[in-house]
């Protein structure tokens, strides 16, 4: 399973920004999938999340009303929609895909992908 991560840069201050994360490969199915975040020195934290299906959300504190999850279940694919950055926004956003490999192996896997950084400029 592949988990490919895009969209990152360097942004002003109040700018926007668009992540898109893509998960592959031989699976029997995908369930949440969402976005994580590590600034430098700090740990990795929840972003936000979405479920398969219905594609309940769920956000951090810090970021509701400023980003916004969304999901292509046709083609594995969650997008965050970043508006209204602010510098303490900056760190590597990590996207993370739970996977069921096969219908006979109940077990969920968490697939990472490499990480995208994002800098808000002050």
């Known amino acids: 399973v592949q988990v490919v991560e895009s969209g990152g840069g360097l942004v002003q201050a109040g700018g926007s920004l668009r992540l898109s994360c893509a998960a592959s490969?031989?699976?029997?199915?995908?369930?949440?999938m969402g976005w994580y975040r590590q600034a430098p020195g700090k740990q990795r934290e929840l972003v936000a999340t979405i479920a398969a299906g219905r594609g309940n959300t769920n956000y951090a504190d810090s970021v509701k009303g400023r980003f916004t999850i969304s999901r292509d279940n046709d083609k594995n694919t969650i997008h965050l929609q970043m508006n209204s950055l602010k510098p303490e926004d900056t760190a590597v956003y990590y996207c993370?895909?739970?996977?069921?490999?096969?219908?006979?192996?109940?077990?969920?896997?968490?697939?990472w992908g490499q990480g995208t950084q994002v800098t808000v400029a002050a």
């Open positions: 993370k895909a739970n996977v069921v490999l096969d219908d006979s192996d109940p077990l969920v896997y968490e697939y």
């Open positions: 490969g031989n699976t029997f199915s995908i369930n949440a």
